[in-house]
């Protein structure tokens, strides 16, 4: 079985470009989940989807993030414009409808931002 | 604020002995807690998980105690093989009916485990 896929892999971009990160969850894996994860930290949590339906966006910063997934399948992480504080790994994960479902991640694209 | 605390940042341990590690959480609402290992360029890979209605979970050579007075856990890893050197993130859920959808992480410890 495929696991999470995620692309790019490495992101180099200067300041106030836009960037974006695309991600195909595992197959039958309604649940989706961004994750950002900053160098020496854990990974925390940017936005859940169930489906095609966003039902957790607490943790990201609207001004400038934004995320779709259009036909409740692939996703697009998108920045605009990219702050130097936006280096970091994000992660893309996945699971299985509710309950104690495991989160399957992704590679993660590490952004550099000069 | 940290409310899962990883409190080493490293631990070093011989081939064929007991790794610990331990990781804290402030948050009372946690019910549900995983243990992550972590490659190098890969994403973290789940390796074992507790609900807080037990207080151990035993998966081959991995076991997880659950304190839940003393808000602690800790992964046991016996024997320690050198595969098994790689960042172990601690994380924690309080979903409502047992959902782990939310999961907040501690820092990770890098575990290397000598030939």
């Known amino acids: 079985e495929a696991g999470v896929v995620q692309s790019p892999r490495y992101k180099i971009i200067e300041k106030k470009q836009p960037v974006a990160f695309w991600c195909n969850p595992i197959?039958?894996?309604?649940?989706l989940y961004w994750y950002r994860q900053n160098l020496g930290q854990g990974p925390e949590l940017l936005i859940r989807?169930?489906?095609?339906?966003?039902?957790?966006d607490s943790q990201l910063p609207k001004d400038r993030f934004s995320a779709e997934r259009l036909k409740g399948v692939d996703s697009t992480l998108k920045i605009q414009p990219a702050e130097l504080g936006d280096s970091a790994v994000y992660l893309c994960?996945?699971?299985?409808?509710?309950?104690?479902?495991?989160?399957?991640f992704g590679p993660g694209t590490r952004l550099l931002v000069l | 604020d940290q409310q899962v605390k990883q409190n080493s940042p490293s631990l070093s341990v011989q081939e064929g002995r007991i790794s610990i590690l331990n990781c804290d959480y402030t948050?009372?609402?946690?019910?549900?807690f995983l243990w992550y290992k972590k490659y190098p360029a890969e994403g973290p890979t789940f390796l074992i998980s507790?609900?807080?209605?037990?207080d151990k979970n035993e998966d081959g050579r991995f076991t997880v105690f659950l304190n839940k007075s003393a808000k602690h856990l800790s992964l046991h890893i016996v024997p320690s093989q050198p595969g098994d050197s790689a960042v172990y993130f601690c994380?924690?859920?309080?979903?409502?009916?047992?959902?782990?959808?939310?999961?907040?992480f501690g820092k990770g410890t890098l575990l290397t485990v000598n030939p």
């Open positions: 994960a996945s699971s299985a409808p509710t309950g104690f479902e495991t989160q399957y």
């Open positions: 197959s039958g894996h309604n649940t």
């Open positions: 989807y169930e489906n095609e339906e966003a039902v957790d």
């Open positions: 948050n009372s609402m946690f019910d549900y």
């Open positions: 507790i609900s807080s209605i037990k």
């Open positions: 994380a924690a859920s309080a979903g409502s009916g047992g959902s782990n959808y939310k999961l907040t």
